[in-house]
């Protein structure tokens, strides 16, 4: 049985840093790819940022350069740093394995102007 558990959100000011983790059971993050994903009240889920099995990353254009995706094999846990939060980053954020329908219950994260 497949478990992706977030955590790490929280309110923070503009300007400020969270680290997101997901915690993967039933697979190996090491292996698959894995995404975040977002949704804002009232938006459709959109895509964040991912990384693949041989460690290739890819980001949103609305978070590249303040977001980073990595990876710790050991700890089976996906980790999403990040820096210099916008109040328009406010959503629930969402860990994925890429091409399978597996989703986590999903961590909020909020940042005031």
């Known amino acids: 049985q497949v478990q992706l558990v977030e955590s790490g959100g929280g309110l923070v000011q503009a300007g400020g840093s969270l680290r997101l983790s997901c915690a993967a059971s039933g697979i190996f993050v090491s292996i698959n790819g894995m995404g975040w994903y977002r949704q804002a009240p009232g938006k459709e889920r959109e895509f964040v940022s991912s990384i693949s099995s041989v460690g290739k990353t890819n980001y949103a254009n609305s978070v590249k350069g303040r977001f980073t995706i990595s990876r710790d094999n050991a700890k089976n846990t996906v980790y999403l740093q990040m820096n210099s939060l916008k109040p328009e980053d406010t959503a629930v954020y969402y860990c994925?394995?890429?091409?399978?329908?597996?989703w986590g219950q999903g961590t909020q994260v909020t940042v005031s102007s």
């Open positions: 994925a394995v890429i091409g399978a329908n597996y």
